[in-house]
């Protein structure tokens, strides 16, 4: 990686991302992309940034032209309860915007990195330690079009030799950039309500275990797989990864040993709560570890207790 494009860089994953490979790469070498959201200042103050439409190729070709971008992080996406509300539309930028970063790719001689997800999976698949190559039928247009994107970015390896790579996270957990519309953003918000009201009510089950990342390890696999040796990968493009098992009384007990007055209710959303049964409780991600040495390095308790002290430092500051 010498210079590198992020699309959907105003998001939840991108904005990080950007953040952490500038730091790596120096600004100038990250170009930040992003389309819906209003940037953050810091991001628009460490490097470059333009407004673009992925869905539009001639978008994506000039800055790949412009800053002589050779690896591209496509993580412009529309999330899973969003995209059930509007399928065609989540469909025309999960699959035509992939579709239009690969032609790129495949013009320009680009590495790309494209997001894969749980939501892949459905309630065919063996839900408990899902297996790396397992059955796949998703119930969802966020999940189906992170499936036909797995193969878009095989075929385009297969065919055209366009080194492409890819996971399929978990949900993933933050405080520095709210969720963005998806089935596990329960697991950001009840740290910020636990921090602010010391109350939270979930739209999922009490007993939804669902795989989760603290995202620190999620930017850390990103970054780590498309370092590792090519010769060594032979999934390639929907490694699974994984690191914790949570559902909302297990998240909760933790934040109570922090806050122990900290309450939680449920609200159940039916549409959520669907979505979230036809996902695993747990995945399998031997693959990645024998293959690029995949680790998790958080666990619920170390993610909580940062959590809880950023979110409580971020209310105090802006007090």
Not at 68 to 81: G, V
Not at 189 to 218: C, G, N, Q, W
Not at 304 to 319: L, Y
Request: hydrophobic share 40%; glycine share 6%; proline share 6%.
């Amino acid at each position: 990686m010498k210079r590198v494009l992020v699309t959907g860089a105003v998001g939840q994953i991108g904005s990080e991302l950007t953040e952490r490979l500038r730091k790596m790469l120096g600004g100038h070498r990250v170009v930040a992309a992003g389309h819906i959201k209003k940037a953050r200042e810091n991001l628009l103050a460490s490097g470059p940034f333009h407004y673009i439409d992925c869905t539009r190729i001639e978008t994506i070709a000039e800055l790949v032209k412009t800053y002589r971008i050779d690896t591209i992080y496509h993580l412009a996406a529309i999330l899973s309860a969003t995209a059930e509300k509007n399928p065609q539309y989540a469909w025309k930028v999960n699959v035509e915007g992939l579709t239009n970063v690969l032609e790129v790719a495949r013009e320009h001689d680009c590495a790309v990195f494209t997001p894969s997800s749980i939501a892949t999976f459905g309630p065919s698949t063996p839900l408990t330690r899902t297996p790396q190559d397992t059955v796949q039928r998703p119930t969802t247009i966020y999940g189906v079009s992170k499936l036909t994107g797995e193969l878009l970015c095989d075929y385009y390896f297969n065919k055209y030799g366009v080194d492409t790579r890819g996971v399929r996270y978990p949900g993933l957990i933050s405080y520095k950039a709210p969720p963005g519309g998806g089935t596990t953003d329960y697991a950001v918000a009840i740290y910020f309500e636990a921090v602010r009201h010391k109350s939270y009510t979930s739209y999922l089950k009490p007993e939804t275990f669902l795989d989760m990342m603290y995202m620190p390890d999620a930017l850390r696999a990103a970054i780590e797989l498309m370092e590792a040796d090519p010769t060594k990968l032979k999934h390639r493009n929907a490694f699974n990864i994984a690191a914790m098992t949570l559902s909302p009384t297990k998240i909760a007990a933790e934040i109570q040993r922090l806050i122990p007055d900290f309450t939680l209710d449920f609200n159940i959303d039916p549409l959520r709560q669907a979505i979230a049964d036809s996902w695993p409780d747990s995945m399998d991600d031997s693959a990645a570890r024998e293959e690029w040495g995949w680790h998790p390095e958080y666990d619920l308790t170390a993610m909580t207790r940062e959590m809880v002290d950023n979110i409580s430092r971020m209310r105090d500051t802006n007090k």
